[in-house]
């Protein structure tokens, strides 16, 4: 999920009238009439819109926003699984020593 309010660099707080300004500002900045910067300017100003669509009205704020909640807190717990993993997986590889299983190494842990 794109996260629309660093696409148009705004903290989650913002309000209405205030994402309207930013558009604009982002808007005539990336305005293919002002400037000719090819594909990196065209694909910034279609996120920009793209963002304000969503940002820049009041339903579709909400929803995104508890999209957006959902999204991080599902990610938080796969992290947390994968992290849980990676320990037992570590600490598995830590007691074989790698694959060294010289009488010296297992004196060494």
């Known amino acids: ?4 309010c660093k696409v148009m660099r705004l903290p989650r707080e ?5 994402i309207k300004k930013v558009y604009r500002c982002l808007a005539l900045q990336y305005h293919h009439d002002r400037n000719q910067g090819g594909p990196a300017y ?4 279609k996120e ?3 963002a304000y669509q969503v940002l820049g009205d009041e339903e579709k704020r909400r929803q995104y ?5 959902l999204s991080l ?3 938080g717990d796969d992290q947390a699984a994968w992290d849980d993993d990676s320990i037992d997986i ?12 010289s009488e010296k190494f297992r004196n060494e842990t």
């Open 1 to 4: 999920m794109k996260d629309y």
């Open 14 to 18: 913002t309000t209405g009238e205030e």
């Open 42 to 45: 065209e694909n910034r100003r």
């Open 48 to 50: 920009v819109n793209e």
């Open 65 to 69: 926003d508890l999209s957006f909640r």
């Open 73 to 75: 807190s599902s990610i």
């Open 90 to 101: 570590l600490g598995m590889f830590a007691c074989r020593g790698f694959g060294r299983t």
